[in-house]
């Protein structure tokens, strides 16, 4: 639609629709309106709602501004302008929102890169008000009219209901004590982080988790920033297929074959991984490339898993910034994400130099910012020690948990070889020394399973 017979249908809509311009009025401004026409009327209709604290009708606003004829005729000519998108008189609220969100979004950007543009193109540019502007920048291309008003518990009786029985609320990680002891696995809108020295499995873990997430249908969006796209689809791949890492490349073109189209069913339209360079990826890329693969690829991700956070980038810095806000502010916004998209997101992040060999980790052991800590939903450590290593065993605590107990720690087997981690069984823990722990565990999992939590646990 032309640009101008929007804004002239904006104003319309805004005087025949109460909901409409209940929606706009807190955001609408003159200055983003092309025609001087529409600008100076909007500029006098604001004006009116701002003195007499209440919306004119058309009648009002032609008899109170009756001494400008060409705001008058102006109003008069958006009135009779045509909606294309009316059917039978009734309108396409919804289409028209949308429209003007993107109409004021848009303008909302330009603003800002224009304001970028000025500072770039001077004899001395001052790079505060550039990343200031950025910074609004990325603020706009996030804009959106806020259209909820809360939830009315008291009037949504059902939905409540809906919410406490709903298990598509939570995607099963397969790993069945930490699904039991975070309330039943990875939850909508959730930063999940994993702490553990370097090189001790943080990538396992999260490849066996978005494993088990495929073998349920899943869509699942890898990104790393450590790791090439081929030796994460490896690790992926030798769980789903039962194979050894090393025998992978060792298969033939008709056994590769036969197991990829064992599991196609769980990988096609359903997998995808992305490398970014080290420390050079932040949010915002990770949006926008989610953005473009539901419009290329109609893929939208049912969790992500993003190795890992130590090594990215905020949306943005200023020269106030340092290693411990930088981290924080990436949890922060990954965090955001996982709000906006209302999806799990996983990610990880190491331990300092007092976690590295010690079973005992808490959040402050956590690598240069404890701030992921106070963001996430659920922290969980992974430590091990020579002998667990050699045993094949890792030790997983819940250092944070918003939907159980902390400081639960248990045992789990791990194959190496086929990027694999499963649960002992009680009576099997080959320590005696963990069975104390893993009793613990067993009453954490029962008094969960009896919904008996205490506030004072989350």
């Known amino acids: 639609m032309d640009i101008l017979k929007f804004e002239k249908l904006l104003v319309q809509t805004m005087f025949v629709e109460k909901d409409y311009r209940n929606g706009i009025l807190p955001f609408i401004k003159s200055d983003y309106f092309i025609s001087e026409d529409v600008k100076k009327l909007v500029k006098s209709v604001i004006q009116y709602n701002m003195d007499y604290e209440e919306f004119p009708t058309v009648t009002e606003f032609k008899t109170f501004y009756e001494n400008n004829e060409k705001v008058t005729a102006t109003l008069t000519e958006c ?15 919804q289409l028209m929102t949308d429209n003007t969100e993107k109409f004021f979004k848009t303008k909302l950007m330009m603003d800002e890169i224009a304001e970028s543009g000025e500072q770039l193109t001077s004899d001395n540019p001052d790079f505060g008000i550039i990343n200031e502007s950025l910074e609004r920048l990325s603020k706009a291309s996030a804009f959106t009219f806020d259209r909820s008003v809360g939830l009315d518990v008291g009037e949504n009786m ?64 890898y990104i790393t920033h450590e790791m090439s796209e081929y030796k994460i689809t490896e690790r992926i791949l030798a769980n789903l297929f039962d194979v050894e890492m090393k025998d992978l490349y060792r298969l033939n073109k008709k056994d590769f074959v036969n197991h990829f189209e064992a599991v196609n069913k769980y990988i096609s339209r359903n997998l995808v991984i992305k490398e970014f360079p080290t420390k050079t990826a932040n949010t915002n890329m990770i ?114 948990n918003r939907f159980g107990l902390n400081k639960q720690r248990f045992l789990v087997k791990v194959d190496y070889s086929k990027m694999r981690i499963t649960d002992y069984e009680e009576d099997e823990l080959p320590d005696a020394q963990m069975k104390p722990t893993a009793s613990a565990s067993a009453d954490v999992l029962a008094s969960l399973s009896e919904s008996s939590f205490s506030g004072s646990n989350f």
């Open 158 to 221: 059902d939905s409540i209901f809906d919410f406490f029985h709903k298990k598509s609320r939570y995607i099963p990680t397969g790993i069945d004590n930490l699904d039991r002891i975070i309330g039943g696995g990875s939850h909508e809108k959730t930063l999940n982080v994993i702490m553990a020295q370097p090189n001790l499995g943080k990538t396992l873990i999260k490849t066996c988790i978005a494993s088990n997430c495929l073998v349920q249908n899943k869509k699942v969006l």
């Open 79 to 93: 009135m009779g302008l045509k909606n294309e998108d009316s059917t039978n008189g009734e309108w396409n609220l």
């Open 287 to 400: 949006r926008s490339m989610i953005r473009e693969l539901k419009d290329k690829k109609d893929f939208v991700p049912d969790i992500v898993f993003n190795d890992y956070m130590g090594i990215m980038q905020p949306n943005f810095s200023n020269k106030n910034s340092n290693l411990y806000t930088d981290i924080k502010t990436v949890s922060e916004e990954l965090r955001g994400l996982a709000v906006e998209l209302a999806i799990p997101i996983w990610t990880s992040i190491q331990t300092n130099r007092g976690g590295i060999n010690n079973l005992d980790v808490d959040l402050d052991d956590m690598a240069d910012s404890i701030g992921p800590g106070a963001t996430a939903d659920v922290v969980m450590s992974a430590t091990q020690t020579d002998d667990m290593k050699e045993s094949r065993e890792i030790q997983l605590a819940i250092l944070k």
